[in-house]
């Protein structure tokens, strides 16, 4: 037995952030938007999927951010991204791996940790 991959990353929001995750996952990011299955659709939230990039969003009641826990994404044109995470006032601290690598960490609306690695 081995773990092969990762399906998704689940990410929590409080309730009513929908259009603040479709403004900042789809808006800022370009992850298009799928619906979520009609059982769990009533539970709030909303899900961004393109290929096997899957984040989805739950809310969470008792909101608390990940400030520490993340997940990391890989991006073709990172100097790009920041441009337009920064036009869109949120902070963008950019940052080199031990290896090198150009990274930069970002916070979603709702205050939930993000990774963004160039594409080498």
């Given at each position: 037995?081995?773990?092969?991959?990762?399906?998704?990353?689940?990410?929590?929001?409080?309730?009513?952030?929908?259009?603040?995750?479709?403004?900042?996952?789809?808006?800022?990011?370009?992850?298009?938007?799928?619906?979520?299955?009609?059982?769990?659709?009533?539970?709030?939230?909303?899900?961004?999927?393109?290929?096997?990039?899957?984040?989805?969003?739950?809310?969470?009641?008792?909101?608390?951010?990940?400030?520490?826990?993340?997940?990391a994404f890989?991006?073709?044109?990172?100097?790009?991204?920041v441009a337009?995470?920064?036009?869109?006032?949120?902070?963008?601290?950019?940052?080199?791996?031990?290896?090198?690598?150009?990274?930069?960490?970002?916070?979603?609306?709702?205050?939930?940790?993000?990774?963004?690695?160039?594409?080498?």
């Open positions: 037995m081995q773990v092969e991959a990762l399906d998704h990353v689940q990410l929590a929001m409080p309730a009513g952030g929908e259009p603040a995750a479709r403004a900042f996952y789809t808006g800022i990011l370009g992850i298009p938007e799928r619906a979520k299955p009609a059982q769990l659709a009533a539970r709030g939230g909303v899900w961004f999927e393109r290929g096997a990039l899957k984040v989805h969003l739950g809310v969470e009641q008792n909101f608390l951010p990940a400030r520490k826990a993340h997940p890989i991006v073709r044109d990172l100097a790009a991204l337009r995470l920064r036009e869109a006032g949120h902070e963008a601290v950019e940052d080199r791996t031990p290896e090198g690598r150009h990274q930069i960490y970002t916070a979603d609306p709702f205050g939930n940790r993000l990774e963004f690695l160039d594409l080498v």
